[in-house]
């Protein structure tokens, strides 16, 4: 089975700062996806960026960017110009590249960001 | 087009009650996933369905928990007998097909058993 380890419980950036939270997962598979989710306050999850593991280059989405190591099993997210927006609860998770069974996310314990000004 | 929908977005029921949690996944989308998370926990997978059948129970507990996504209606989850121990947030998430499509999140609902 599939795990995925968020070592940090609490993080903490200044605004305008740039952060990274981290994530190691491990898998025997070699075609997977990685997913960093946020939840806010209000619970909401909300998709962050995505990576597949057949790609080598590192997935970005505006401010939001990763850092995928396919041997070292880690995949790292980096915020940079952090808003208070950004303040919230982010997870790690991984899924499979199958069918079925192999649908469903895995989910890291998760990291508190906190911004401060 | 309207997001995931989920009722009630509060529930509360004493030990021994039933809660009978509801999903309506987007347009279109016809495979519908449920987590639970517990509180200062990540989410953590229950069951996954398609239209009138289950794919993947392996994360629901065998007894008190169960799920179904009729042909018409919304997807429910129904635990019966309830402890205090499934006090917890229930979120149902829906994709369009089994592959990389992207699973789109309800906002959540949040059990709190007396």
């Known amino acids: 089975a599939q795990t995925v380890t968020q070592s940090q419980p609490e993080m903490s950036v200044q605004e305008a700062e740039t952060v990274t939270l981290s994530c190691t997962y491990d898998t025997s598979e070699s075609d997977y996806y990685l997913f960093w989710y946020k939840q806010p306050p209000s619970r909401q999850m909300i998709l962050v960026i995505r990576q597949e593991a057949y790609k080598q280059q590192n997935a970005t989405e505006n401010r939001f960017s990763v850092n995928f190591q396919k041997a070292a099993k880690s995949f790292s997210l980096k915020i940079s110009d952090s808003q208070l927006g950004d303040a919230a609860m982010y997870f790690c998770a991984y899924r499979s590249a199958g069918t079925g069974t192999a649908s469903k996310l895995t989910f890291g314990t998760g990291t508190r960001l906190q911004v401060t000004l | ?114």
């Open chain 2, 1 to 114: 087009n309207a997001g995931v929908m989920q009722n009630p977005r509060h529930l509360v029921r004493r030990r021994g009650q039933e809660a009978r949690l509801r999903c309506s996944p987007m347009k279109g989308h016809s495979h519908v996933y449920w987590y639970r998370q517990l509180p200062e926990e990540g989410l953590k997978f229950m069951v996954y369905l398609q239209k009138e059948n289950i794919i993947d129970e392996s994360g629901m507990p065998k007894e008190r928990f169960s799920a179904e996504f009729p042909k018409e209606g919304p997807s429910i989850l129904r635990i019966q007998q309830v402890v205090r121990g499934d006090s917890a947030a229930y979120f149902c998430a829906s994709s369009l097909i089994w592959d990389f499509n992207e699973q789109f999140f309800g906002p959540g609902t949040r059990l709190t058993v007396l």
